[in-house]
């Protein structure tokens, strides 16, 4: 298959055409207008700085279902001990910013560079972008950030400075989330910590039908607020 180059033209390749890997194309820019079309495609941005903007839409895809979370007695234990402080939409910028300066395990860089914390930062001042923070003892020791589309929240990443403060962030969240009737949570792609939550990867064909569905609602972007 062959990787498609963008120009500054708004728009995107049939994800039917992505390599192996879900690499779909290249170039372009990190506009809201292309961003936001990218998500409603079933698409997402993830890079090295070193690199071109790289687009990927991988098969299979991994999703939450609500319904189906996982929280372990020891996890809801601690949820209910009230240990940490979760805030929605109070620091976005604070979390971005961890998120790119939080190293991981196996991970000598970050692909969350400065014009994606930019790009992000504008679409949070447009209410589709929205953050999560864990706090205790009022500092920033947790957190994730991702979009809100229609019914779906596209997750991008999460940090943790002290022991299962991201989890208990993205737990809270994916239970506000079910409240509010979500189809899904777009996890993108596999990793062991999402599966030990509940996520599974399904066809990318499912995906996007599901996906379809999930954008139907008539909800419009604006800045969140816990209970």
Known sequence: MPIFQLDQQLWFP????????????????????????AYHSGIFPWYNEEDPILWWSPNPRMVLYPSELKVSKSMAQMLRGNKFSITVDTAFEQ????????????????WIVPEMIEAYTKLHQMGYAHSVEVWRDNRLVGGLYGLA???????????????????????????????????????????????????????????LKELALALHSSLEPAKWAFP
């Open 149 to 207: 589309l229609g019914k779906v929240f596209c997750g991008e990443s999460m940090f943790s400075l002290e022991s299962n403060a991201s989890k208990a962030g993205f737990i809270t969240l994916v239970q506000w989330l079910q409240q509010k009737g979500y189809h899904f949570i777009d996890c993108q792609t596999h990793t062991p910590h999402l599966e030990s939550l509940g996520a599974r990867q399904i066809p990318r064909e499912q995906f």
């Open 14 to 37: 049939p994800v039917e055409y992505a390599e192996e890997d879900g690499l779909l194309a290249v170039d372009g820019d990190l506009s809201p207008e292309r961003l936001l079309l």
């Open 95 to 110: 979390v971005i910013t961890a998120c790119a300066s939080t190293l991981r395990d196996g991970q000598p860089g970050t």
